[in-house]
């Protein structure tokens, strides 16, 4: 079983177009992330939930939202795409919401083209 | 505005040899670093971490050395196998930045 899971794994769509990429963790974990690799390279976080709650909303477009149903998932939806968005997308989870000393577990990423 | 940087975008080394990797910071409040290792087509998996009130840190064929004045850590992987060719990431956070702050990852190549 997997334990940090993200579908789709690709995604190629139209610039305008809105799309939702799913995140679920069977590690029983109470905080989840979502961090973005950009073609620089960069991993850099873009939102956290813990217990649903989101604690971190980094400098990101309104375009993007996260949604939270239950604290073993995450999703994130993305409104009116656009070129610069064409990245990989990579879910993570941790334990506890310590703050900066959790060990993170991520997904395998979904690497989203727009085209 | 790049916090951790690791400045070799790619490293080969024969199998056997010593691996070593770098990574610097500038943030003086960061006193966490882990090191992720990915596999193409996978997410990172953490690998090993190492506090500010260490300087080394050993795990099997990995040791992390952190060297707070120059803001510098280094990985270490003795001896390395080709199964560790992998990009390596080195990630650091501090109380009050309640994220990690990630470099842009080294290439190894472990050659048989």
């Known amino acids: 079983d997997t334990a940090v899971s993200q579908t789709p794994k690709y995604l190629v769509t139209q610039m305008g177009n809105d799309k939702s990429i799913k995140c679920e963790q069977n590690?029983?974990?109470?905080?989840m992330y979502w961090y973005k690799q950009d073609s620089k390279k960069f991993l850099k976080i873009m939102f956290s939930?813990?217990?649903?709650?989101?604690?971190i909303n980094e400098t990101v477009p309104n375009r993007f939202s996260p949604k939270s149903p239950d604290k073993a998932h995450l999703n994130l939806h993305i409104n009116s795409l656009e070129l610069g968005d064409s990245a990989v997308y990579f879910c993570a989870s941790s334990q506890d919401w310590g703050g900066s000393y959790e060990k993170l577990f991520f997904g395998s990423g979904t690497q989203l083209s727009v085209l | 505005d790049q916090q951790v940087k690791q400045n070799s975008p790619s490293l080969s080394v024969q199998e056997g040899r010593i691996s070593i990797l770098n990574c610097d910071y500038t943030?003086?409040?960061?006193?966490?670093f882990l090191w992720y290792k990915k596999y193409p087509a996978e997410g990172p998996t953490f690998l090993i971490s190492?506090?500010?009130?260490?300087d080394k840190n050993e795990d099997g064929r990995f040791t992390v050395f952190l060297n707070k004045s120059a803001k510098h850590l280094s990985l270490h992987i003795v001896p390395s196998q080709p199964g560790d060719s992998a990009v390596y990431f080195c990630?650091?956070?501090?109380?009050?930045?309640?994220?990690?702050?990630f470099g842009t990852g080294t290439r190894l190549k472990v050659l048989a």
């Open positions: 990630a650091a956070s501090g109380s009050g930045t309640y994220k990690y702050i």
């Open positions: 943030n003086s409040m960061f006193d966490y």
């Open positions: 590690l029983g974990h109470d905080t």
């Open positions: 190492i506090s500010s009130i260490k």
């Open positions: 939930y813990n217990n649903k709650e989101l604690i």
